[in-house]
């Protein structure tokens, strides 16, 4: 409307005016008016940018962007009217003056030809010559189609050098008509579209006027990143994409609140180990005044060359604009977080998303472990903390004279400092003596100094803390079991870094009334190779099995009963035979072992975990170094009681000839392992995992922790899915992959590390 205004104003001026002189002095002074006001505009956003006088907002148009506009026109204008004009240029002027005649027709007939151009093929160009050379031929087919009229209007077509009509004679032209009534049409067909949708019949915000302009960025380059004009948005992370966000519609403005989404090759990141699969390091913020600001996203289909990124618009986009101040990081290990986008938000249409060149941080720095343990059982081997620094910017690596800088890394909070070794290109690294620190979370980093500016890698966190053993025991019945079930447990075995497990074996096997002396030999043969070849333990276990209490000369007892309803005697527990009875029947069991070529047992558990004070004061007296045989104290859903009670969180301790649940002045020399992760038979594997979960809640320890498991072969398959659940956890803590304190062990080793 003002422009229009300004056309009326002029367009009387120049026909109550014949007076050159007097038209030239009010063009110039319009013209230097508008050229001031946009400058002054130009000058106030520098500091202030205000959306009514930014020059850069086209739409809506700004005060700035409408006087250089008119500003442009007007000097023009004085140009033109006032530049020599030699006779050997004539064909200039005329040319330039038949332009003006019919400057809409050929404004029109422009805009059309560019979006017949975008819609029919539309590829873009980045290489100047190219550029230059398409606009002048759409400038030259403008004008000519313009000139496709010979009867209404100037036209190139016209005899004669560059005739034109007489003036009086113009009249609308049909196309006009045409393109008046169908521009009406498309306007009216946009404002009733879908009226459930408030992106048509939208109107200028109040903040769009008065509220502070937000420009598009400048494309970010890694020289922005090297001298520290571009603020990454946090330290932790590795490395940024800029995202640009375009609407190609021509009418229709994206609106703040709209979900858009773009895609990204998720799976190759990860493969690279920039990502995690679960792609819970992918953040996605947008840079507004003048700091980051969250924006609500969500990802969809990770660990893909697929993955999408829906997001929340966070600012309108008028029609043919552009926000490129999106960014896409990745890489951290602690993303902040976030919102997700609203359900009930419409989804946005015509637009598209041009990610921009990738960008490192500086420095980027990793460890290739986050815990390091204090104290770790026999066997096991102490891994290195290392410290990786890849320096992304060559010219950071030698200083002025050509001499390779020195990185130093820093260990926050602490006074553990010092240089990093040189060893590749652009890559440093130190092993962190972690060992020299307590218990606790910290966080390592490293700089160098460029110059005068010490520029910082992100802070890599790691922990320092005891360890959580895990013990997977395994309790033989005196059954045979089938080869089917001795293979499901060497690949389950295997599927869980080839976990250690305790074995209570029970000597019963070898007796000829259960199974052939060859049968119970093969089964022999395959738990010592399992422990030859994965460190697995074979110790004591028994049931008092009618058969296998006479063999060992002892009159078997029938009652009590704890409920499991064996003929056999299976379920009579070891607490109904005296301390001189139950003597017997564990020598029998060792001499048993090493007949048959077992090790000598130094471990033990009762069956159904029934052992008294008695019990243990036997085992202490015969030179066992532990049992394993305490738990809580109801069992059995409830029909039997056992002489235990211990808890989730019980920790290896010497038992009190007192009393057996706690240590004590009249502690006995045996350790007492206690079964606090539960056993796979009369629990599930939610609930085991709870238990694991009771001990570690994934914070260091100060403490060291043991969480033992129990499953049987005999209910393999039922067990086997438990046990995959528990190991399915413990596996994604493990000491081995730096992921965590978690170490697989025998209790032979919990032993060595408790006594």
């Not at 409408?66 to 002027?93: C, D, N, T």
């Not at 007939?109 to 539309?122: D, E, K, N, S, T």
């Not at 004669?160 to 007489?166: K, Q, R, S, Y």
């Not at 085992?619 to 039997?640: I, N, V």
Request: glycine share 8%; aromatic share 12%.
């Amino acid at each position: 409307m003002p422009v229009l205004l300004l056309g009326m104003y002029w367009g009387h001026f120049l026909h109550t005016h014949e007076s050159r002189p007097a038209r030239y002095r009010q063009a110039f002074v319009l013209g230097l008016v508008f050229a001031g006001i946009a400058t002054i505009s130009t000058l106030v956003c520098r500091v202030t940018p205000i959306a009514i006088l930014d020059p850069a907002n086209r739409w809506p148009p700004s005060i700035g962007f409408i006087s250089i506009g008119l500003g442009f026109s007007f000097g023009m204008h004085l140009i033109f009217s006032l530049a020599p004009q030699p006779r050997w240029s004539k064909w200039f002027w005329q040319l330039l003056a038949y332009f003006g005649l019919d400057a809409f027709d050929l404004f029109t007939v422009h805009i059309v030809l560019l979006y017949f151009y975008r819609f029919i093929w539309g590829r873009l160009y980045a290489d100047t010559l190219t550029v230059v050379l398409f606009t002048l031929a759409l400038f030259v087919l403008s004008v000519l189609t313009s000139s496709l009229h010979m009867n209404n209007s100037a036209s190139l077509f016209k005899k004669g050098p560059f005739a034109l009509e007489p003036p009086g004679r113009r009249r609308f032209k049909k196309r006009y008509l045409l393109g008046t009534a169908a521009f009406i049409s498309v306007i009216f067909w946009n404002l009733n579209h879908d009226l459930n949708i408030v992106t048509y019949g939208e109107t200028i915000g109040r903040d769009e006027v008065i509220g502070q302009s937000l420009r598009q960025l400048p494309i970010i380059t890694s020289t922005h990143i090297l001298e520290g004009v571009f603020r990454w948005y946090e330290e932790s992370y590795i490395s940024m994409l800029q995202l640009s966000v375009i609407n190609e519609q021509g009418w229709v403005s994206l609106k703040d609140g709209d979900t858009l989404t773009f895609r990204i090759d998720h799976q190759a990141l990860v493969l690279s180990g920039e990502s995690d699969a679960d792609g819970s390091d992918l953040t996605l913020v947008y840079y507004g005044t003048d700091d980051y600001e969250s924006v609500p996203y969500q990802i969809l289909d990770p660990d893909t060359n697929h993955t999408d990124i829906m997001f929340t618009l966070k600012r309108r986009i008028a029609p043919e604009m552009a926000d490129n101040r999106y960014f896409l990081y990745w890489g951290t290990i602690a993303p902040p977080v976030h919102d997700v986008p609203d359900a009930a938000a419409g989804s946005a249409e015509g637009y598209r998303i041009d990610p921009g060149e990738r960008h490192s941080s500086l420095l980027v720095a990793t460890l290739d472990r986050t815990w390091q343990l204090v104290s770790l059982p026999a066997g096991v081997q102490k891994l290195p903390l290392t410290l990786t620094v890849r320096v992304t910017d060559p010219s950071l690596v030698t200083d002025a004279a050509g001499a390779v800088v020195t990185l130093w890394y820093r260990v926050e909070g602490t006074d553990l400092a010092g240089p990093m070794i040189a060893t590749g290109d652009s890559v440093y690294t130190v092993e962190v003596p972690a060992d020299a620190l307590e218990t606790g979370s910290y966080s390592v980093s490293a700089y160098l100094f460029a110059g005068e500016r010490q520029i910082q890698s992100r802070s890599v966190p790691f922990f320092v803390s005891e360890p959580v053993l895990v013990a997977w025991t395994m309790d033989w019945e005196g059954w045979d079991v089938s080869d089917g079930i001795l293979r499901s447990i060497e690949n389950q075995v295997n599927r869980h870094d080839n976990i250690p497990i305790t074995h209570f074996f029970s000597p019963r096997v070898f007796l000829e009334s259960v199974m052939p002396p060859e049968r119970a030999e093969y089964l022999v043969t395959k738990v010592s190779t399992w422990a030859q070849k994965y460190r697995h333990e074979i110790q004591l276990h028994l049931h008092m099995q009618f058969d296998m209490v006479e063999a060992a000369g002892v009159t078997p007892r029938t009652e009590p009963r704890w409920g499991y309803k064996s003929g056999e005697g299976y379920d009579v527990p070891t607490t109904a035979y005296t301390a001189e009875e139950f003597t017997k029947i564990v020598q029998w069991g060792e001499h048993q072992f090493i007949a048959n070529g077992l090790p000598s047992p130094v471990g033990y558990r009762a069956g159904g975990w029934f052992a008294d004070e008695s019990t243990l004061s036997v085992l202490d007296s015969l030179g066992f170094l532990y049992d394993s045989s305490g738990r809580e104290q109801k069992m059995w859903g409830g029909s039997a009681t056992s002489p235990w009670n211990l808890g989730s969180t019980t920790q290896p301790y010497h038992p009190s000839t007192a009393d057996q649940n706690k240590s004590g002045p009249s502690a006995l020399g045996l350790l007492e392992i206690p079964n606090n992760g539960a056993d796979a038979y009369g629990y599930s594997g939610e609930q085991m995992v709870e238990r694991f979960n009771a001990n570690f809640s994934g914070e260091p320890l100060t403490g060291k922790k043991v969480v033992t498991f129990i499953s049987h072969p005999e209910w393999q398959r039922t067990d086997e899915p438990k046990m995959d659940e528990v190991l399915g956890i413990t596996d994604e803590h493990l000491y081995s992959a730096g992921q965590g304190p978690v170490i697989y062990v025998t209790l032979g080793q919990v032993y060595a590390l408790w006594k």
